[in-house]
């Protein structure tokens, strides 16, 4: 018999230094997960991480047990880090903080393809420039 599905969490936090204090401890703690257990898991699988912001999928099960997925760091994340800028702009219209090669964004699509909604990597190209655009970032497509 297959344990039943309780709930699902996303989460974002940062790799390796995830720690029970809020807002993850709490949320996890509504949803029935052991918050020590999950940080001990979460902070081993991503290790290699060390600091940067990823995001996770909880399943919790019906019995208070968890499967966690390790999902890449979000795309805004790796567009910050490869313009070497602290954050987007208030307007990106009219204000533009940074600039990336077509180089930096096929290394952040081939990174992010698995989740993204793209057949090829000229599509996830397209849609990596589009959030770094709605940043207030300049690509060179």
Do not use: H
Request: glycine share 10%; charged share 20%.
């Amino acid at each position: 018999m297959a344990k039943q599905v309780v709930t699902t969490l996303k989460i974002q936090a940062p790799g390796g230094q995830a720690t029970p204090a809020p807002p993850l401890g709490p949320a996890l703690g509504q949803a029935g997960v052991n918050p020590g257990q999950f940080i001990q898991q979460f902070n081993d699988a991503t290790r290699q991480l060390n600091g940067k912001v990823v995001g996770c999928l909880i399943t919790v099960f019906n019995d208070r047990s968890f499967t966690l997925e390790i999902k890449a760091p979000p795309a805004a994340e790796m567009i910050k880090e490869a313009a070497g800028i602290a954050k987007g702009s208030g307007e990106p219209n009219k204000d533009k903080v940074g600039n990336l090669t077509r180089d930096q964004v096929e290394a952040i699509a081939k990174e992010k393809i698995a989740e993204l909604n793209a057949v090829d990597l000229d599509a996830a190209c397209r849609i990596i420039a589009g959030t770094a655009r709605s940043m207030g970032v300049t690509c060179e497509l």
